[in-house]
């Protein structure tokens, strides 16, 4: 069972940046790792995901802002946060998936408030 565990939310007025991480307790270099965010009162909506090759794709919304990376060696993935606004508030979820393993986890989320 991996654990995965979120960091690096807090408070931040707009414009500003915040850089979430995301650490596996275990290798990581099989899974696809996608970042969800959720406000309330919203469904969980997939913000930006980075394959285990290295591809990166984004939600339309957050294109141009933030970037997700990853690290296997230090079992860390992680998304900057750029210009960031109001509707960027949420909990951010990470989550790591390796298919052929029917291997599928979650962590428990970190809150960005975005505040003006």
């Known amino acids: 069972q991996v654990q995965l565990v979120e960091s690096g939310g807090g408070l931040v007025q707009p414009g500003g940046s915040l850089r979430l991480s995301c650490r596996a307790s275990e290798f990581i270099g099989l899974y696809n790792v996608v970042w969800y965010r959720q406000s309330p009162g919203t469904q969980r909506e997939m913000v930006a995901e980075?394959?285990?090759?290295?591809?990166?794709s984004y939600s339309d919304n957050v294109k141009g802002r933030f970037i997700v990376s990853r690290d296997n060696s230090m079992e860390t993935s992680w998304l900057q946060m750029n210009s960031l606004n109001v509707e960027d508030t949420g909990t951010y979820y990470c989550?790591?998936?390796?298919?052929?393993?029917?291997?599928?986890?979650w962590g428990r989320g970190t809150q960005v408030t975005v505040y003006s």
């Open positions: 980075i394959l285990n090759d290295g591809t990166t």
């Open positions: 989550r790591m998936s390796w298919a052929a393993g029917n291997e599928d986890y």
